[in-house]
């Protein structure tokens, strides 16, 4: 074994610990879009990577708390933030379906409200399921068989609505960027939604419907 290796192991090791430690970050949001926040915690600067669900209830906050989830790769280590522990713990729950990894569970949470994802699960509406980018029949089918039990121990939360701003369509777009999806693909879906729904006030239904048309 290499010394890289080696290495690698120990950090995974120590990190496993820091993982239960680290289990919020409080502080002041010194930047934050639809996709990353940095909690600035006694001017320490965390970058955190956030849902849509969660932007919508921070987006109006200039400080305040996320529940996290540190995921270490061999390559990198990535924060997620969760603006509570309901969310957070269906995030865990769904990285922990094969073929669901970190991406594609934030796409989750920022196409459906985690209560949505809980009635969907718990009704084996794997159909709705579907309608989320990345989420292929077959997974869709999985994730209601490996978590249905589970999400009936959780209790439903209420969502919250995304006020419109000045920029409304740049948010939308860097939101779908940082999400994963190309520029031109964001660009062309993002005009294809506003155009066939002008009326869209709310950023976080803007992002869903484009999602939905990708």
Not at 52 to 81: A, C, M, P, R, W
Request: hydrophobic share 40%; aromatic share 8%; no cysteine.
């Amino acid at each position: 074994m290499n010394y890289n290796r080696l290495k690698y192991l120990f950090l995974i090791f120590r990190t496993n610990d820091d993982r239960r430690m680290i289990a919020y970050l409080a502080g002041k949001f010194a930047y934050k879009n639809p996709a990353v926040v940095f909690v600035d915690v006694h001017g320490i600067g965390y970058e955190v990577n956030i849902s849509l669900n969660t932007y919508s209830k921070i987006q109006h906050l200039d400080e305040g708390k996320l529940f996290t989830h540190l995921q270490v790769k061999e390559d990198s280590h990535t924060l997620y933030g969760f603006f509570d522990m309901h969310e957070k713990e269906m995030f865990v729950m769904l990285i922990g379906v094969s073929g669901i990894g970190a991406a594609t569970a934030r796409m989750m949470l920022s196409s459906m409200r985690p209560d949505e994802i809980t009635r969907a699960i718990m009704q084996g509406n794997a159909r709705l399921l579907e309608t989320v980018k990345g989420i292929g029949r077959k997974t869709a089918e999985r994730l209601v068989l490996e978590l249905r039990d589970k999400v009936n121990k959780q209790s439903l939360d209420t969502g919250s609505h995304v006020q419109k701003g000045n920029t409304l369509e740049h948010d939308a777009l860097n939101a779908l960027i940082a999400l994963g999806i190309t520029r031109p693909v964001a660009e062309q879906a993002l005009n294809k939604t506003i155009q066939a729904d002008p009326s869209i006030k709310q950023l976080e239904d803007l992002i869903k419907k484009t999602l939905k048309s990708i």
